[in-house]
């Protein structure tokens, strides 16, 4: 029981330390562009929600490959496979759609409180969603796998890792677009 203990302590401690990086990284990456990203009002409302919905999207697929992995009814090889394919094509549509709901958000907010009329924040923040889910499907699901044939439990460290990767892939989609918007 104690062996049992000591490897669930460690998967869980490691995975917090990564996204504790990860949240460094993001947040100095924030802090070096910070002039770029809030050049535009509407930036103040869009960030704080983009930031949360990559790791919140992600770690829920990873979270359902795991619990299909354990239940059998997903084989631990990434191949074509209608579940696995199910989970992604919703997880990036679902991304999608919340992130142009944002983006709409945010310019309501930005016409209504400060009158300013910028349409393009909708677009970044589908285009900046839609690089970062680019990123962070595939890299949930390759590590989602590769835990689970490595015998580690996924749901100790993809929490952690995809909020440290959603985070810096985020905060780097949206210097990225805004850069060349």
């Known amino acids: ?19 504790l990086i990860g949240g460094l990284i993001a947040g100095i990456l924030l802090a ?3 002039d770029n990203l809030l050049l535009i009002p509407a930036m103040f409302i869009l960030i704080p929600g983009f930031l949360e919905l990559r790791g919140n999207i992600s770690g829920s697929l990873s979270s359902r490959l795991s619990s299909g992995l354990f239940l059998g ?6 191949k074509n496979d209608h579940l696995l394919n199910g989970n992604v094509i ?14 709409l958000l945010a310019f309501l907010f930005e016409y209504i409180l400060f009158g300013i009329f910028y349409i393009k924040i909708i677009f ?8 970062a889910n680019a990123m962070l499907i595939p890299l949930s699901v390759y590590f989602t796998f590769y835990l689970f044939r490595k015998g580690h439990d996924p749901n100790n460290f ?10 810096v892939a985020s905060v780097v989609s949206l210097i990225f677009v805004v850069m060349i918007l």
């Open 90 to 103: 919703a997880s990036f549509i679902l991304t999608i759609l919340i992130c142009a709901i944002l983006g």
């Open 32 to 34: 070096v562009y910070t």
């Open 124 to 131: 970044i923040a589908v285009f900046a969603g839609f690089i």
């Open 1 to 19: 029981m104690k062996l049992l203990f000591d490897k669930e302590f460690d998967e869980i401690l490691s995975g917090q330390v990564i996204s």
């Open 158 to 167: 993809m929490g952690a890792i995809l909020t440290a990767f959603g985070d």
């Open 73 to 78: 009814v997903i084989k631990p090889k990434i």
